[in-house]
């Protein structure tokens, strides 16, 4: 037997779980975890505490290009993977739900 909160779900679940698969969508979600981590790599790289990546960040100027595209490469694959692992949590937990069911 259900409870009420698990049949709610279930009901949610089978409305939404389309919508929710979709990545464009839930970019925004793992967005700002991705942010916080790009703006601590900057902060540590920047900070000047280790002076040889201070030191080759002088000398070469490509690097602020590079580091850049990883930035945006890094929020882009936490934000898809943050969204995905959440749509398969709700998935696993919708299937184990409807097998208790029947």
């Known amino acids: 037997m259900l409870t009420d909160e698990e049949k709610k779900f279930i009901r949610y679940w089978e409305e939404n779980r389309l919508r ?3 990545v464009v969508r ?3 979600v793992g967005l700002p975890l991705g942010l916080l ?4 790599i900057f902060a540590n790289f920047f900070s000047g505490w280790y002076k040889r990546a201070d030191m080759v960040l ?11 595209v990883a930035s945006v490469l890094i929020v882009v ?3 898809v993977f943050s ?7 709700n998935e696993q937990r919708y299937l184990e739900l409807k ?4």
């Open 37 to 40: 981590l790009v703006i601590a």
């Open 26 to 28: 839930n970019m925004a």
């Open 20 to 22: 929710k698969k979709k």
């Open 58 to 68: 002088n000398t070469d100027s490509s690097l602020i290009m590079v580091l850049l």
């Open 77 to 79: 694959f936490f934000s």
């Open 99 to 102: 097998q208790r069911e029947n």
């Open 83 to 89: 969204a995905r692992h959440r749509w398969d949590i």
